[in-house]
T-cell receptor, first 114, second 113 residues
Framework: KAGVTQTPRYLIKTRGQQVTLSCSPI?????VSWYQQTPGQGLQFLFE???????NKGNFPGRFSGRQFSNSRSEMNVSTLELGDSALYLC?????????????FGNGTRLTVT | DAKTTQPTSMDCAEGRAANLPCNHS???????VYWYRQIHSQGPQYIIH???NNETNEMASLIITEDRKSSTLILPHATLRDTAVYYC??????????????FGKGTKLSVKP
């Protein structure tokens, strides 16, 4: 079974621009979560989608948004990029069956904002 | 905040068992303990999880104390490829969702030849 696929793998953007990252979950998984990882803050939860609905959101500004499509694929968007948005963005999928359903992560998109 | 406490770093000799401890003294009755590891520049890799019984899979064993306030991840025969940061996570009911993962700083395990 293919794992979680994230594209692109690397991205360089300029301050003020916007960016869209893509995530394809494991086949059959209906929940997709997004995390941001930086050296200073570690791994932080952004948001979670299940059946095209945002189920929960972390403590990030409104510039960070996401969506999920009917095939469970997900995208996240960051508008008006800031230097501090440089990070590894990770997507994880799960069956969505509760606490006993492990999250499986992709290898992330490394975003550099200059 | 993460509900777990782990040592910052540990060393293990190649071929020996690696025992990684984790304290989660405030864990609630329906909260699972999850273990992930992360090798540099890759996404976290799921290892194992459990509620109250000991668990074993092809990667590792998870031993949870009877009072559930601590657990130990055991890699039975560590190899150099097991060098990574290991995260012990208590999966909590966050905002009514299915429970997200709140990562702490983890334990950096170095397997040495």
């Amino acid at each position: 079974k293919a794992g979680v696929t994230q594209t692109p793998r690397y991205l360089i953007k300029t301050r003020g621009q916007q960016v869209t990252l893509s995530c394809s979950p494991i086949s059959g998984h209906r929940s997709v979560s997004w995390y941001q990882q930086t050296p200073g803050q570690g791994l932080q939860f952004l948001f979670e989608y299940f059946s095209e609905t945002q189920r929960n959101k972390g403590n990030f500004p409104g510039r960070f948004s996401g969506r999920q499509f009917s095939n469970s694929r997900s995208e996240m968007n960051v508008s008006t990029l800031e230097l501090g948005d440089s990070a590894l963005y990770l997507c994880a999928s799960s069956l969505g069956g509760g606490f006993n359903s492990p999250l499986h992560f992709g290898n992330g998109t490394r975003l550099t904002v200059t | 905040d993460a509900k777990t406490t782990q040592p910052t770093s540990m060393d293990c000799a190649e071929g020996r068992a690696a025992n990684l401890p984790c304290n989660h003294s405030t864990i609630s009755g329906n909260e699972y303990v999850y273990w992930y590891r992360q090798i540099h520049s890759q996404g976290p890799q799921y290892i194992i999880h459990g509620l109250k019984n000991n668990e074993t899979n092809e990667m590792a064993s998870l031993i949870i104390t009877e009072d559930r306030k601590s657990s130990t991840l055991i890699l039975p025969h560590a190899t150099l490829r097991d060098t990574a940061v290991y995260y012990c996570i208590v999966r909590v009911n966050y905002g009514g969702s299915q429970g997200n993962l709140i990562f702490g700083k983890g334990t950096k395990l170095s397997v040495k030849p």
